[in-house]
């Protein structure tokens, strides 16, 4: 994944809400998972989030924890 598409990532889950929520650092919990079920994805209009939550059976506990902060705002 190019840092353009890491970077548009981070923006957009700090701005969702999460990181506020997040014990850990949120701004990676979601990257092995992208990277895995939704590289092809370009980031914006929630089309990451979408496709992350399509895959939540398969995702790291971690990254539910994050798209569960996101939700909670």
Do not use: E, H
């Not at 598409?5 to 990676?28: T, W």
């Amino acid at each position: 994944m190019s840092k353009l598409n890491f970077a548009a990532i981070v923006v957009a889950l700090a701005f969702s809400g999460a990181a506020s929520a997040q014990s850990s650092d949120p701004r990676g919990a979601c990257k092995a998972d992208y990277d895995k079920f939704c590289a092809g994805i370009a980031p914006g209009g929630g089309r990451v989030v979408a496709c992350l939550d399509a895959k939540r059976d398969q995702l790291s506990v971690s990254c539910k924890t994050a798209l569960d902060g996101r939700k909670k705002k």
